[in-house]
């Protein structure tokens, strides 16, 4: 038996252009495969969220399933879509074959915690059963399920174990499961739970691509009862992966552990993703001669193509000389484009006219962050200009204590570190300089003290090394003052952060979508309210 | 048997406070009343989101719920809160009898639609039954429910009609149901379906107060059997109103129908809570001279006092004369603090520098966002320099359209009036002035052709009477292209308005809150992909 494992990236509510890709994919392996297996809701894209309730969504759904099922002679489908039925909407497998439907199998367990949200949108399928599929001369005991089905762990039901004892002698899991570091892992973890007892194997195909906020890295595989991993696709790339169950062809693909590699693999395909299917080429970008700025300009040259780069960097008096050094040798080794412009006389201009009007002194924080958003303005008018998105180089340290300014620097179509805390940002900075064949971040801003350079003498009033995993203590473990208290961290210094993170959630509100990464992101996925005056 | 209704408004996440807050309505009402009932989540605020997943948030619950039993000597307590059992969370009414429990009630039906997510945080009753509340000399059989256990109709189980099948004599329903326009009179509507065959009554328990993106209106009420309101609490304020059954005190409280009176007290508690429950006091407001900003500091000066609003006017050689007149005038009919702060230098000299920079005239779309975004700068500056929060003033029809500028007239703490599309802008301020004793906006602001005065002779490019009404189809009621034609919408039109619609999402991604007042109104009730290709 030949299957093949069709990692596809589809583009949210593109339905036709998605049901294009699924048939010429189709035609393409009809003659070398028996059955392809496409992704959870690889149809409609996901998630889609509230597109689902559009009068008009469902009904194209089946029009361009149609479409599908007249290309299917001479080959088994497996594919991802949602299914109206008795007016509930269900995440479900369609199987067809020779332009017949021989069913469906809906989703049993329906996640709707972190990012996912699927209680909103589906109901629950009402059985579990295997499905019998005519491949070649026989007949085999299919046990398909979608992504969630197979993480029991908080659930009465184990999908899998079920499917098994039922009968199937192939499961086949379909998702859009997204990137998290080591997910791959603990994927190929859960598997090996699951595999004891299974007839033949266990086809594991996942969706690849960027969608908002999430990445889904693909990395599909096919394992055997043995545990024994027989197909591996690649992570964050799309691939048509074809196994041929009669051939010893178990070549185990290596996959690259090392934590920056995966981090740096997802936030790439995050960006390039978000401009391709946002339909825009050219990017710019505030480079102030740190470490933030440098990392988002490396991955976003890498994304999306040094030429189609522009950093900017805007110095007023505050700026360093080392800084402006910095930057420039950065986007020269970048091979970006690169401008300087003076915000000085602006700067100062504006802050006079607010004191003349008031006849009152701009507090100091006014004026920081007056510079912030003056920076904001320029880049945004050269995105308008140049039809270009603007780079968010917030990292989830400043992100978590609202050391940032709203309508300044947090400002940007796409935040790529957003889900880094500052020891990651380090780390991923390195790991880049000692991986690229040439260096690009200049190693002065990977060594220098931090400092937003909004007045004089200025330096970041956080130790990172004790802060930044403090804040993820509280955003991704939900800790409270006395459990930070008993893991080490001074009292006094968690009351400050434990009110900085809370005060600061009507910033995050109005910020720009980022890439996750982490078990925890700022985003879809933490739903905090802003006004908030819990304090254990 | 004397009920008191509590018609509270707690502030989410203060524990502590909102039980210091029902302990002193306990100590109260002890000697007047037999029995006091506080609205769904009444000890936590509502909704808490996230917080309820905080480690130690039911701990915190817990051991605030033992200061309340302690002194629940001589009265009957039934109180809105979360409980957990045996690792899950429910949603619960909790009945308090002479400092002992009697019992739990937990919520079946948990709202996961629009602006509710139940089902991320709360599993369902196991159960539903009616307990025997002691009262002076006999037992009563009361069926408690919680809020949506009232709205059947998407629901297989009729969770009132189950209580009063099992005996229950009083029916008491706690809620926390957000305002929407006539939400009131669909409250008494349901009601009426379910009082018939009830021994007693029906008492419904809301809650009051703002949080974030909705208001609860409270309007508490009980109803007889026969249908009769015996009593009708305010809507928007905080209440404590007792009902002795053994008296004739039936005087049903007349309720203001009108849809304007609604929406103004529904936005005027929106906007004060806010600023009361994040500790502000002080506002500033970009004035235009145009009816959003008219509108918006009318409404912020009733909420939070007119010598605490700033309205600040910012002209560039775009704006009319007549504009500054008529900002002028406002301020003054208002009494608010008005200054204005010329523009256009800071506007030229901003635009020549980019300019400059990339040797290429800035578009027109550049330079007017420009102008939108010093104006923002501006008044940011000033909220720092005043410890002010910023008004927004932008409706929901240009929310619809994106026809704002992010980062300029989008920012903001709180969107006032961005759930009313521009007919109803119009609509109440004109009911304003004709309400009002002295009428605050000029009838200039009313009757001119909107206008964004960013270029010469620029008008807005919609005929609202038309566009307004077409994005609410889109918006609240998910119309699909085919359904806009049938609907008598020209076709070409359609197109246009649907691509706007969702080629703006990324602006809506990163607007302020804003006060729900509709069905379906943009915020967390409405969730879309930014990147979304689904064209019907």
Known sequence: MKITIAQTNPIAGDIKANTNNIISSINKFKNLTDVIIFPEMSLTGYPVLDLLFSNHFIPDVEKNLDRIIKVSNDITII???????????????????????????DKTHLPSYDVFNEKRYFKSAKTIEPIDI????????????????????????????????KGSEIIVNISASPFQVDRVYQRH?????????????????????????????????????????????????????????????????????????????????????????????????????GIDS???????????????LMGVMMPTIFTSKNSIKDAKELAKRL????????????FNNLSKQIENSFNVDNSSLTNENLQARIRANILMAIANNQNALLFNTGNKTEMGLGYCTIYGDMCGAISVIGDLNKIQVYSLS????????????????????????????????????????????IVNNRRSKSELIKLGYDSKLVTKILDLVRNSEYKRKQSPPGIKISTKAFGIGRRFPIINKYKD
Not at 294 to 305: D, E, S, Y
Not at 431 to 459: C, D, G, H, V
């Open 134 to 165: 005519l491949i070649k001369d026989r007949y085999y005991k299919f046990g398909i399920e979608i992504c969630e089905d197979l993480w029991d762990d908080i659930y009465d039901i184990d999908v899998t174990s079920e499917l098994i004892q």
């Open 294 to 308: 440098a990392l988002t300009a490396t991955i976003a040259a890498q994304a999306i193509g040094s030429k189609n």
């Open 189 to 289: 973890a859960k598997c090996y739970e699951k595999v004891k007892g299974l007839k033949y194997f266990f086809i594991y195909v996942n969706m690849v691509g960027a969608q908002d906020e999430l990445v889904f890295d693909g990395s599909s595989f096919i394992m055997d009862s043995n545990k024994k991993i027989l197909k591996q696709c690649n992570s964050f790339e799309e691939q048509f992966s074809t196994f041929d169950s009669d051939l010893d062809n178990t070549k185990e693909e290596i996959l690259n552990k090392n934590v920056n590699h995966q981090i740096f693999g997802a936030l790439k395909l995050g960006v390039s993703d978000y401009f391709k299917k946002s339909g825009f080429t050219k990017g710019v970008i505030g480079i102030s001669g």
């Open 335 to 346: 091979k970006i484009q690169f401008k300087i412009i003076q915000i000085s006389d602006l």
């Open 430 to 473: 390195k790991w880049i300089n000692k991986t690229f064949s040439e260096i690009p971040i200049p190693l002065n801003i990977t060594s220098k003290k931090p400092s937003a350079e909004l007045r004089l003498n200025q330096y970041d009033p956080f130790d990172y090394e004790v802060v930044s995993p403090l804040v993820d203590e």
């Open 79 to 105: 594919l991802g879509l949602p299914r109206k039925s008795k007016g509930l909407i269900y995440n479900s497998a369609i199987i067809i074959q020779n332009c017949k439907v021989l069913g469906y199998r």
